[in-house]
């Protein structure tokens, strides 16, 4: 991505507020935190590759990101992997609007979920904070006046290296301290009854646990499916034992069962960017026996690894469910219609694997990003499917050696075979767009036999 000069700063005098944990302080530290694996200054005009939870979020005509809705109790935009442990990020910040002293405008780190996180923050009394947030229990870990308020760009730094946390304002570092409420997660962009503006944001990493761009080879796909079973995609769509009308994302970690309850309300029901999701599933969650009814917003966000059973979709709006931070991800069960898009995103690493389940009515059943902030290697394996009504089964970058493997699928109604398996692509940085170069199994990234394919 091209890179703005960044405007000169004044010189910032700080001075460590009581009653929290004081600190020296240091400018103009040297950082070990080097390679940069994440970067985003928003000249593309959209905040692709990053998930919103509350908020309205836009670009500007000057590649300046802005949370408008000062009445919006938590705004968070989220990007990177939850896997992602010791690294650096920083962003510059401007606070256009505070609602009240404790309202803020800031930056996170190590989130686990949309309430779980290291935040450093710049309050509407003229301060700036590093936190430790866990739900509505806030420790602060340190402090600083900052003597000035709207309309000034701050450049905020988290660094988080084992229990170690860091927050620096303009190169001076305002607080450390020792804390294990997370030791990974992703970055986010935060803002509470305020509004403001972001940009130029860079991950840099210390080596541990953060995700780089792969070599443009192969390596060898998964070589089996999940367990056999014999279980067949569903006839029927169920009918909902009753309905509940959501009006912000639900978040679920464990084990969420809805007993076919039907879930609507979020969204516009179209594919407008950066809905939120009906559901945000933490690391190893599980949702199941759930119908997403129409508007479903951004359907599920998979944080980390997941399982989703036996769960549907009515009318699929921007994406049926999204797959951002883990590295295996499975669906067993349930189905997908009204997608004029796709119906799975995998924006993370690893695995997604799909079993047991009908799409009708939709552009792709799976599509690995080819054009997300960061590019993976990535896999899917789909078995035991029903197809109807749908432009391609699979979407892959081949130049990114992404492998798709299909077995016992079921195209109905399309006696010309129309039906694309496995569209390829040319994976592309983020702003541009991937070009499709090919379709077809070819033994090396679509992998399946005529065998593999029935059409009733």
């Known amino acids: 991505m091209q890179k703005r000069q960044l405007p000169g700063r004044r010189p910032l005098l700080l001075a460590v507020g009581a009653g929290v944990t004081a600190v020296a302080l240091t400018a103009g530290m040297t950082s070990a935190f080097a390679a940069t694996v994440f970067s985003d200054n928003f000249t593309d005009g959209d905040t692709s590759g990053w998930s919103k939870s509350g908020g309205t979020w836009t670009v500007d005509g000057s590649g300046v990101l802005n949370q408008s809705n000062a009445g919006s109790e938590l705004a968070r935009l989220f990007a990177g992997q939850t896997s992602w442990t010791n690294y650096s990020v920083q962003a510059r910040v401007r606070p256009a609007s505070f609602g009240s002293s404790s309202a803020l405008v800031g930056l996170a780190a190590r989130s686990t979920s949309s309430t779980k996180m290291y935040r450093l923050a710049v309050l509407g009394s003229g301060r700036a904070e590093l936190q430790a947030v866990n739900g509505s229990s806030v420790t602060a870990i340190g402090s600083a006046s900052l003597g000035a308020g709207t309309g000034t760009w701050y450049t905020l730094r988290i660094e988080a290296s084992g229990s170690t946390i860091r927050g620096f304002v303009n190169g001076t570092q305002i607080a450390s301290g020792s804390n294990s409420l997370t030791g990974a997660g992703r970055i986010g962009l935060v803002t509470a009854y305020a509004s403001g503006g972001f940009d130029d944001v860079v991950v840099d990493s210390s080596g541990g646990g953060t995700p780089t761009t792969p070599p443009p080879t192969t390596t060898p796909p998964p070589t089996t499916t999940p367990p056999p079973t014999t279980t067949p995609p569903q006839a029927g769509w169920p009918t909902p034992t009753s309905s509940q009308k959501v009006d912000a994302t639900i978040p679920v970690s464990g084990t969420f069962d809805g007993g076919l309850k039907r879930f609507y309300g979020i969204g516009d029901g179209g594919q407008s960017e950066s809905q939120d999701p009906m559901f945000e599933l933490a690391a190893g969650a599980t949702l199941r026996n759930v119908i997403i009814g129409a508007p479903a917003g951004d359907g599920v966000h998979c944080e980390g690894d997941c399982t989703l059973i036996n ?70 394996v789909i078995d035991n499917v029903t197809v109807r009504n749908t432009d391609a089964i699979a979407g892959i970058n081949t130049n990114w050696g992404d492998t798709a493997r299909f077995s016992r699928i079921t195209i109905v109604g399309d006696p010309d075979r129309e039906t694309s398996i496995c569209v390829k692509y040319k994976g592309v940085p983020k702003g541009s767009e991937p070009t499709e170069i090919g379709e077809g199994a070819d033994g090396v990234n679509c992998l399946y036999s005529p065998s593999d394919i029935t059409y009733q």
């Not at 931070?325 to 009204?338: L, N, Q, W």
């Not at 009515?361 to 690995?368: E, Q, S, V």
């Not at 590019?375 to 899917?380: A, C, G, L, N, P």
């Open 311 to 380: 769960v549907w979709w009515e009318d699929v709006g921007e994406d049926a469910a999204t797959f951002r931070g883990g590295t295996t991800y499975t669906v067993d069960g349930g189905g997908a219609r009204s997608a004029s898009d796709k119906v799975f995103q995998h924006n993370g690493a690893g695995t997604v694997y799909i079993r047991n389940f009908r799409v009708e009515n939709a552009g792709k059943l799976y599509r690995a990003c080819g054009n997300c902030s960061t590019s993976y290697q990535r896999h899917v």
